[in-house]
């Protein structure tokens, strides 16, 4: 089996894998370890790769933010927020012109109608 960066084979993976979300694998996981590949010591699940703690994203009201990702965080889409390495930092930037603020595929945004 061919295992993703800064991740190694292992019989016994964990079923619920330390990660950026859950720093430690969870004591009440109720997937038993199975053949597959974890990430190396040293680094943490980030969706479906292993970075550096560093490069860890943000949690933001229950959702993950992978880090470097740009989001709106009012549901008027007044300020837009980005996540840096598990801190997040916020400007005023209003959707303007011939953008309005909507949602696509679960993602709050400025979007042209159409």
Do not use: W
């Not at 053949?35 to 550096?52: A, F, H, I, W």
């Not at 009201?61 to 996540?83: H, M, P, T, W």
């Amino acid at each position: 089996m061919k295992c993703s960066a800064n991740s190694m084979y292992s019989v016994t993976a964990p079923g619920c894998p330390a990660s950026c979300i859950s720093k430690s694998p969870s004591a009440n996981c109720e997937t038993p370890p199975s053949e597959g590949c974890m990430c190396n010591p040293g680094y943490l699940l980030s969706q479906d790769r292993c970075v550096p703690l560093a490069q860890c994203g943000c949690n933001v009201n229950g959702r993950y933010i992978v880090s470097g990702e740009k989001f709106y965080a009012d549901s008027d889409c007044q300020r837009l927020c980005r996540c840096h390495r598990g801190m997040v930092a916020c400007q005023d930037k209003p959707c303007t012109g011939k953008k309005s603020c909507g949602v696509r595929k679960g993602v709050r945004g400025c979007y042209t109608a159409g």
